[in-house]
């Protein structure tokens, strides 16, 4: 059965806990869907654990639907959900909304995520139109990559303490996003009472990464899960190590060619027999 918002409501009702990874491609996404998770994410992180930038900020939009599409085709159960890149949305309203639509009509998406600044009077307003629209938005609020050069970098947010007026602005937000129509909210690289917090002060799911122990539901980005050139982040962990399975296969292949014993004669048609 694919998953709906209706079914990540009962989820949430009933106490369990949501998951959500990110993935890139076709062959990815069948794992992933597979391996049973809610909703994947088609991150912008494709920037650089996909397409071989050195940050989210270079992602096209044509990248970004094209990376969705072969997502969508794949994915069965799991709620698919496009990752607007940087300016593709708050430049105005109408063109904001238009690529919103475009990762439904042209990607197949289930949804699309944007990214919200304390305050975000601007994506608030995309939301509530998207959402009137039928286009439904997940939220995002914390550590905003597409931020990196305004906020000074992978700081993480909230350490003024869970009662700080930055928190407060936070929780405001994360109010305001729920008013505006948001299914569910991501919550990166925040302290883990502040992630608390907005939690329980709203009734949309929170879906943390970098956010603690006290949320909703938790997101990973599929590379550093895989240890497929993944990072060292304290707030990831390293299922498996794919970066040592994937280089002995190619160094054993490169060793066969090379000693002609690839391809076998299993591997010809019509072989030749000596």
Known sequence: MPTTIRSLEAKL???EPLTMLTAYDAPIARFVDAG????????DTAGHNHL???????VTMQEALSNTAAVSRAAES????????????????ETSVENAGRFLKESGA??????????GETTIEITARCTELGIPVQGHL???????NEIGGPVIQGREGPDSAFADELVATAE?????????????????????????????PTIGIGAGRHVDGQVLVITDLLGLGAEDYKLSKQYTDL?????????????????GAFPARENVYEPIDD
Do not use: C, H, W
């Open 13 to 15: 009702e009933n106490g």
């Open 243 to 259: 970066d040592e399975i994937v280089r002995g296969a190619v160094e054993e292949y490169v060793e066969e060619v090379e000693d």
């Open 176 to 204: 305001r996003l729920e008013e505006a129509g948001i299914f569910s909210l991501v919550l990166e690289g925040t302290t883990e009472g502040v992630a608390k917090r907005i939690t329980e002060a709203i009734d949309v």
């Open 78 to 93: 799991a709620m698919v959900i496009g990752d607007m890149p940087f300016l593709s949305y708050g430049t105005s309203l």
């Open 36 to 43: 049973g998770v809610d909703m994947i994410l088609v991150g």
């Open 52 to 58: 071989g930038y050195e940050d989210p900020l270079p």
């Open 110 to 119: 289930d949804a699309v995520k944007l990214e919200t600044p304390p305050g």
């Open 142 to 148: 914390g550590l905003t990559p597409q931020r990196m």
